[in-house]
């Protein structure tokens, strides 16, 4: 029924927004001078660093009274550090909080599709491995960074490898022989698994692994009993509706104008 499928929907931003603040934030939080902000309606991390995987603003709540205070607020810590980006999540708040940050001088950056998986049925093997060790874990980050970052600076990578090498997160794999194919980063809260940073690699695209991964995945999720949620481009959700995942809301980013 409709009320149902309301409390539903809601258990589900809620769950999105406690699965990816708590990603972000463990990532953030292993890399060198970085400290934590702590506000009572958001949370997120501050560094000298100047790039956004480490200055952002995440889990916006609050009830329209104070929605100026929340303005003022963000836009203090992104006056401190112009990489500072503000995400806003499906259920953040208050109301108009997306068109008050672009009156309050920032403007959108990015946006990404957020879509779930339920666990439904029997789906085969499982085809990845997890990354156990220091060395497997490095080695499995250094693989992501390569795929998402081939051209990005070497400082700013290897901060990246590191981060996901000492992250509280699981890394997953597939191999063929001895090389990595494909990869993925799991994150499991209360009431969610997310799955972030997937990629297969460049040459060996259109050859299933990405399905492989994908249906991995969804293993884990069964056995866990958990919904697994995710954020992509637009440009990839029928690829994921393919496999079974539905769009239930949105994540935007948004950055100070200069």
């Not at 990005?152 to 981060?163: Q, T």
Request: proline fraction near 3%; aromatic fraction near 8%; include cysteine.
């Amino acid at each position: 029924d409709d009320v149902g499928n309301v409390v539903e929907l809601c258990s589900l931003t809620d769950a999105a927004r406690q699965n990816v603040a708590q990603t972000y934030m463990g990532l953030a939080r292993n890399l060198p001078n970085t400290r934590l902000i702590q506000h009572p309606n958001f949370s997120g991390t501050i560094a000298l660093l100047p790039y956004a995987f480490c200055n952002f603003v995440i889990g916006i709540d609050g009830d329209d009274s104070e929605l100026g205070g929340i303005l003022h607020e963000i836009d203090r810590w992104a006056r401190l550090q112009p990489a500072l980006r503000v995400y806003v999540l499906s259920g953040d708040g208050p109301h108009k909080l997306e068109e008050s940050l672009v009156t309050a001088g920032f403007s959108p950056v990015h946006r990404l599709i957020q879509m779930a998986w339920y666990p439904a049925r029997t789906l085969g093997r499982e085809e990845w491995s997890q990354a156990q060790s220091s060395n497997d874990r490095r080695r499995v980050s250094s693989f992501m960074v390569q795929q998402f970052f081939a051209m990005n600076a070497a400082e700013f990578r290897e901060l990246v490898v590191e981060a996901t090498t000492q992250g509280p997160h699981e890394l997953w794999q597939i191999n063929d022989d001895d090389s990595i194919v494909a990869t993925a980063m799991v994150s499991e809260t209360q009431h969610a698994l997310g799955i972030y940073n997937v990629c297969v690699e460049s040459t060996k695209r259109r050859r299933g692994y990405g399905t492989a991964l994908m249906r991995s995945a969804q293993i884990q999720a069964q056995e866990r009993q958990l919904p697994l949620l995710l954020q992509c481009d637009e440009a990839l959700s029928g690829w994921y509706r393919e496999l079974g995942f539905q769009v239930f809301g949105e994540m935007h980013s948004f950055q100070r104008r200069i």
